[in-house]
């Protein structure tokens, strides 16, 4: 059936370091992905999207390009920010099924 | 534009007492989701309703739990009797059409539910 795969964290990064979260899918069609941020204490709320292959998605400084060929949709960010700390989840729209999220965390 | 409206947004309770959560989606919103979210994990979804009709309903453990969209708007998730498992974030989302695959989900800021 149809999954996504999420890398597992916790992910601890110091500020303005570069941020990979590796997210893959397994899906029959064109699947929309989205990759959704959870704040401390707040609901989830989309970060970014893309609905056909070779679409960048971009909001607040992340990028996430949609390949088909590699079944994939990493996140990424090129200075993270102390303020960008969260849970991260990658989705495989359809679905409705969220992973266990990556636990991002930025130090000063 | 209001988002995603919950309430309570805390909630503590005795085990087998009921509870309920209320939501009110986004205007113009058709489709409502009720998910259930514990600590340290993500998102599962509880049911799906596209006005007033629930589409998918296969993840509620309808021995205790239930749900209501009267009218196609607001929504209201009961538990009774409520468990001591049932202590987690529940959380209501809204989407514009009828579960497109392309719709971006919007999400409240969810209820704590403590059942001691």
């Known amino acids: 059936g149809d999954s996504v795969t999420q890398m597992e964290g916790p992910v601890t990064l110091s500020e303005e370091a570069f941020l990979t979260i590796n997210c893959t899918y397994t899906?029959?069609?064109?699947?929309?992905l989205f990759w959704y941020v959870q704040y401390p204490g707040e609901g989830l709320q989309l970060l970014l999207k893309?609905?056909?292959?070779?679409d960048k998605g971009s909001n607040k400084g992340f990028e996430a390009t949609y390949r088909k060929e590699t079944t994939s949709f990493h996140l990424e960010k090129g200075s993270v920010q102390v303020s960008d700390s969260a849970v991260y989840f990658c989705?495989?729209?359809?679905?409705?099924?969220f992973g266990q999220g990556t636990i991002l965390t930025v130090h000063p | 534009e209001a988002g995603v409206v919950q309430s309570p947004r805390y909630k503590i309770i005795e085990k087998k007492q009921p509870v309920a959560f209320w939501c009110n989606p986004i205007?113009?919103?058709?489709?409502l989701y009720w998910y259930l979210q514990n600590l340290g994990q993500g998102p599962e979804l509880l049911i799906r309703?596209?006005?007033?009709?629930?589409?998918?309903d296969s993840q509620l453990p309808k021995d205790r739990f239930s749900a209501e969209r009267l009218k196609g708007v607001d929504s209201t998730l009961k538990i009774q009797p409520a468990e001591l498992g049932d202590s987690a974030v529940y959380l209501c989302?809204?989407?514009?059409?009828?579960?497109?695959?392309?719709?971006?989900?919007?999400f409240g800021p969810g209820t704590r539910l403590t059942v001691l």
């Open positions: 205007s113009g919103h058709n489709t």
């Open positions: 893309a609905t056909k292959a070779d």
């Open positions: 309703y596209e006005n007033e009709e629930a589409v998918d």
């Open positions: 899906a029959t069609g064109y699947p929309s």
């Open positions: 989705d495989l729209n359809g679905k409705l099924t």
């Open positions: 989302a809204s989407s514009p059409s009828s579960g497109a695959s392309t719709d971006t989900q919007y």
